[in-house]
Every structure is written in structure tokens, then in C-alpha cells.
């Protein structure tokens, strides 16, 4: 990603837009910086496991047909409750297993990665656009660009709550294989849908006293991290550069009558930027 500047956030007049978007402010990245070409897939997960022998846990909210999906003993990365390839982002991941993966490729490889901060990720994601997303057409054109809630999730078995384009990708309510869409005017796949990707910065409700260097906006205590690029069971009206969500880093979750888990969840994965020296 080349140096530069944009206008993060999104105007109060844009279609979809939340509070949480706003205001709008500058943001300058002073140093180009490198970000994976796909989200990190579950054979690139898989030989991080295998190396360092990180335990993921054995509990993920996944779908099941039950609105907001349920937290199922004996989910989890290797399993989410659909059929993977190695090409499948890995999901069912906590923000702690995605700083352990990536302080574990930056020690393999001498290079240093780290999770994009929020700023890092939408730059990326707009890739010098300043519409709604960096991608424009015809409203069926959204499943040429991203895994949203459509029609074939629809046919197989998405939720009566969810929010549903009008267009077929073939892909249902699950993930589908990194690359399989077309890719951003950076190059990049998958920043809009698929699973939502953890990013480094503490969650904050707006941009008021946010960071305009493109740096992580850390807190004193931080419960919940910025997620970004929604997924493939949210709203097709989250495919914007400007959407953004929470994921909790402390809460837990029941699993019948007592007992509780770590939180992870089936449609959250993550994206790794490198530092250039």
C-alpha cells in the first residue's frame, strides 16, 4: 500500500451509515505498508497450530439456524459447523489466537506483522476511492465483488432476520475460498464480506480523539477490538469501506446450563499488514 492521505469515516448523508462512521476526519499514512492479498486461510492457521501447538479452543458460536447463531461444544477453527478447504479463511479465532499467529509468522519469517490497525484498513479498503465502497454498478453486482447474505444463502438456510441482496453467488451461509471474488483497485480480495477481520484497535463508539497517523487507538482497558469488512451473514448494506463493528476480547459465553467458554465466533477471521523497513 503506497503512502498517502483520505477522508476516514463516512459523510452523515451516506445510505447505511451509523453514527458509529462518524465524523469524518483526515488521516495521513506516512509509510507505505504491505497487507496480506486474501484473508488468512485456515492451511496458513493450520501450520501455525502445528508449529507452536497454540490452543484455539474447542468452543465457537456458530450457525445454526438460530437467530444470532449458538455457542456448540466442540466447534471451532477446525470445524465451524460447514465444510472447509484449506482455502477457506480461518474463523472461530479470538483477537488473542490473532496476535499469537501473527507474532508467530513474524518470528518465522524476520519480518515483522502485526493485525492492520483500523485506519490501515479502511485506506486499504478503499484503495483511493471515496464512495460508499470501491466498487460500483449494478445492485446484482455485489456478488461479483463479496460473500454477503444473498440469495443462495437464502435457498440454504440463512436466518428469517437476516437481510438478503437479490443476487446468487452459489456460496450459501458459509464462507467460500479466499479469492473467489473479484478483487479491490488495490488488488486485495475479500474486504467486503466472507468474515469480518479483527484489526488492532480498541473499540471506541466514534472517532472523536482518534488517531490521525494511521496508528492503532489504544485505551487503558480495552473489552472489545474494531472489527472490519463484514461477513457473509450480515446486511448487504455493510459492504461499505466505512463499516465497522466490535468484537469482545473478555466476554464468555454459556454452553448449557454452567458452563462457559472463551468467545470466538464462525463468521470473524483476520488480515496481517507487514512493516516496511
Known amino acids: ?24 476526519h483526515r488521516v495521513n499514512i506516512d509509510r507505505p505498508f504491505a497487507v496480506s492479498k486474501y484473508e488468512v486461510t485456515y492451511d496458513e492457521y493450520r501450520r501455525f497450530v502445528e508449529s507452536t501447538g497454540h490452543v484455539s479452543g474447542q468452543n465457537c458460536i456458530v450457525w445454526t439456524g438460530t437467530v444470532g447463531g449458538k455457542p456448540l461444544r466442540g466447534k471451532s477453527w477446525q470445524d465451524p459447523n460447514f465444510p472447509q478447504s484449506g482455502r477457506h479463511p480461518v474463523t472461530c479465532i479470538t483477537w488473542s489466537d490473532a496476535q499469537s499467529y501473527a507474532q508467530w509468522l ?6 515483522r506483522y502485526d493485525l492492520l490497525t483500523e485506519a490501515q484498513w479502511e485506506y486499504a479498503a478503499r484503495s483511493g476511492t471515496s464512495t460508499p465502497a470501491s466498487f460500483t454498478g449494478a445492485p446484482g453486482s ?19 432476520d437476516w437481510k438478503y441482496a437479490g443476487c446468487h453467488d452459489g456460496y450459501g451461509a458459509q464462507t467460500s475460498p479466499v479469492g473467489s471474488y473479484r478483487p479491490n483497485p488495490f488488488g ?42 463484514s461477513s457473509l451473514s450480515a446486511p448487504p448494506d455493510n459492504l461499505r469501506s466505512a463499516a465497522r463493528s466490535q468484537g469482545s476480547v473478555e466476554a464468555r459465553m454459556k454452553i448449557g446450563m454452567d458452563a462457559v467458554a472463551d468467545f470466538h465466533n464462525w463468521n470473524l477471521g483476520m488480515r496481517v499488514a507487514r512493516v516496511l523497513e
Open 1 to 24: 500500500m503506497p503512502a498517502g492521505s483520505f477522508i476516514m469515516g463516512s459523510p452523515e448523508d451516506e445510505p447505511a451509515r451509523r453514527p458509529t462512521e462518524g465524523p469524518q
Open 106 to 111: 513474524s518470528a518465522k519469517t524476520g519480518a
Open 142 to 160: 455485489v456478488c461479483d465483488y463479496a460473500n454477503t447474505a444473498d440469495q443462495s444463502a437464502k435457498e440454504s438456510g440463512g436466518g428469517p
Open 188 to 229: 486485495l480480495y475479500d474486504m467486503y464480506g466472507n468474515v469480518w477481520e479483527w484489526t488492532q484497535d480498541c473499540y471506541h463508539p466514534d472517532y472523536v480523539g482518534a488517531p490521525t497517523d494511521g496508528s492503532a487507538w489504544s485505551a487503558p482497558t480495552c473489552s472489545a477490538r474494531v472489527v472490519r469488512g
